[in-house]
């Protein structure tokens, strides 16, 4: 994994916060990476992984990833999205993990689970899973399909929820 391009994809992954310092690497696991940064002057911290497989191998799909968000506060804990370097047709994303299945809407080329209190539930089937696959639409009209490792996400996010308590 290029680092540069992670800790770019965290800058663009906190919209939040217009002053987003450049992340910091916490540390590899497996086929994740925990990151870390100030925001809104307290600290944040995501996991990362690039997409193992891209389908059809033909199209340029950009860079594809998918990060979990760990959040200080609130009912909920964490925040998945998915990005690619297009822009998603207008459709629900279909994200399994197992028998697991979750429903992500598309923003332009970002997507985020539609709904926000399946977090946990999507958080937890990425520590118990192998794999996570995504099937999406882009604006193009081109039917893709991603495939994620889920080997040391549950590394990553303990590391995560450690150092952003």
């Given at each position: 994994?290029?680092?540069t ?39 944040a ?15 340029d ?10 959040l ?50 999507f958080?937890q ?41």
């Open positions: 994994m290029k680092l391009g992670i800790a770019v994809a965290f800058a663009a992954l906190s919209s939040t916060c217009a002053a987003a310092q450049t992340p910091r690497l916490l540390g590899s696991y497996g086929k994740w990476t925990a990151w870390t940064f100030n925001e809104n002057n307290s600290k911290c995501y996991v990362y992984s690039d997409a193992l497989s891209k389908k059809p191998e033909a199209l799909h950009g860079r594809v990833g998918l990060s979990v968000r760990r200080n506060s609130g009912k909920t804990r964490t925040e998945a999205s998915l990005q690619t370097g297009y822009d998603f047709a207008p459709y629900a994303i279909q994200v399994a993990v197992g028998s697991k299945r979750f429903t992500m809407i598309p923003r332009g080329h970002y997507a985020w689970l539609r709904k926000t209190e399946r977090e946990k539930e958080a089937a990425l520590s118990k899973g192998r794999t996570l696959t995504v099937e999406a639409v882009s604006r193009r009209g081109n039917k893709t399909i991603y495939t994620f490792s889920l080997k040391g996400f549950s590394a990553a996010i303990r590391k995560a929820r450690r150092t952003c308590r």
